[in-house]
């Protein structure tokens, strides 16, 4: 049975039946609007877009994996300033002769990264379209002071959780041979990082709650890009150990030749990049343990405000055009991020 057998209200009536109703939901499905409360009496509220043959490729990306992701990038958005996620809407645009089954997978993806951190699908809205459109609006607690992009100061250390680079050179693996990819436990991996990130939501909450970031942001459009925007933010600078980046085993084994360059400008890892007081740097590195997830210093802010360098072992700059991801920019010369699911 395709969509257009099935219907809108058949739609909505299918989503409602395979969505739980959660903590806080007063009313859920089915209304014109949610109605929802939370414990602060305050929400962070994020949405994304994502538009096939733009944002993901349906050759390579099963509907598990996109449901997963585009719940995740939200869930990241929300980690970066430190709160908690709790509800989300979720919006498709879906062709007329697409397949209910494949919808159904979409939201088995949707409901398992869900689960998982606690949200509740509330409502949203569905149309015909195209192609397969996806609007995502997550709404969750804030800390008692979230974490901002401004707020760093000359000095201050740059951290970053994770490991960086994998998802972009994932996507270079998927476009070169992707039917090659099932015979290397390496480049598993690799896609793992890319069709279902690990967003950081712990780590956020604990930065913010012991007051230790003082700018954070979450590596959605490649280190140097999302660094600067930290940069403009705060007006400040920034200089980066190239040497000091975090390389997992299978970017290291796979892009060994090419360096830290999908590290630096690739994207969608969707790690948390952050600043903090150099007082705080023994504070900063006893969080990796609660947070499961490694923590490594790959810099400094320094006073001279617009810019980020990117430096060898010697402090030598590094030339590089890898300037990340601007949806409305050609890539030309410039690394483009992956923005293919």
Known sequence: MN???LG????????????RVGRGVK?????DAAWVTNATGSSLVTADLLIER???DLRWTSL???GYKSLAVNLSDIAAMGGTPAFALLSLGIPRDFEV???DEFYRGVNALAREFGVTIIGGDTNVAGSLIISVCVIGTPPRRPVRRRGARPGDDIYVTGTLGDSALGLRLLKENPEGLRRSRLARALLKRHHQPDPRIEAGSLLARRNLATAMIDVSDGLVQDLSHICHASRIGAVVWN???????AYRRIAAREGTRYALGGGEDYE?????RPHNRARVEKLQQRAGVAITRIGTCVAAAGGVTVVDGMGLPIPTLLKGHDHFKRADRAERNSSAL
């Open 3 to 5: 969509i257009s057998r």
């Open 8 to 19: 809108e209200f058949g739609l909505i009536e299918r989503i409602r039946r395979r969505v």
């Open 27 to 31: 009313i859920g499905i089915g209304d």
């Open 54 to 56: 733009i944002h993901f």
């Open 64 to 66: 598990f994996q996109l």
């Open 101 to 103: 089954a494949g919808l």
């Open 243 to 249: 040497e000091r980046l975090p390389l997992s085993r």
């Open 272 to 276: 948390l990049l952050f600043c903090a």
